[in-house]
C-alpha cells in the first residue's frame, strides 16, 4: 500500500478577546494511506504525546452542541479499513510508533494488551523496559491484569533483561514489548536455560501460567 505525509498544526495566539491573532504552524506529520490524504485533509490536526512521551497521535477537536469530542486518527484509519471499534478494545500501533498509521501497523487490543506493548519509560532507572536499578542489583518486574509482579533481582543487567523479556513473552504473547540486548550481552545457553527454568517457576507459583 502506498503511503503518503499528513502534516500536523500548532495553534499559536488566539484568545476569547483577540480570536483575531489565532494561526496555525507546522507541527510534524503522520503517515497514512495515500490514497485518504485527500480526505483527512480537509480538518486540522494537532499532535497528542503518548503515555510514554516517546511517540505522538493525531487528533482533532469538535463540538457538538455543548460536548466537546477529541477523533483519534488513528481510529478513524482503522474503521475505514476493518469496521468498528468493539466495546471494550482500543487501537495498538504494532511497532509503537503513534505517527505510523498504514493499516496494517493497526490493530485490536485491550487496555492491558497495549499497555504491554508499550515502550520503556523515559523515568526507567536502567533504560530497560521492566528493570529497575537497585542496591543489590537489577530488579526485573512485569506487570500483569494490573498487578507488579517482582520475578528476581540480578547482580547483571543483561540478565535481568533476559528474565523480563521471556516473561512478557509467556504472558503477553503477541503484544508482548522485547528489550533489544547487544549480541556481546546475551546470556550463554546454559544461563538462559537457567533463567528460563527461573521464570517459568515464578509464574507457575503464582497462577500466572
Known sequence: MRLGVLPLQKKVGGSNRYPHTLS?????????????LNFYSQWVWTKRQGPTNRTYYA????KKGSLKLTHFLHNLIY????????AGYQI???DRIGWNNDPQNLRLATRQQQA?????????TSGYRGVGVTKSGYAATIMFKHNDYHIATFPVVEEAIYAYNYASKLLHLDFAFQNEI???LIPSNERRSELHSQVEEFLKDRNLL
Open 92 to 94: 495498538d500501533h504494532i
Open 116 to 124: 504491554a506493548n508499550r515502550a520503556t519509560f523515559r523515568t526507567s
Open 24 to 36: 496555525f504552524v507546522n507541527d510534524g506529520y503522520v503517515i497514512i494511506p495515500l490514497k485518504d
Open 182 to 184: 547487544s549480541s556481546d
Open 79 to 86: 474503521q475505514s479499513y476493518y469496521g468498528s471499534i468493539p
Open 59 to 62: 487528533i482533532r477537536s469538535e
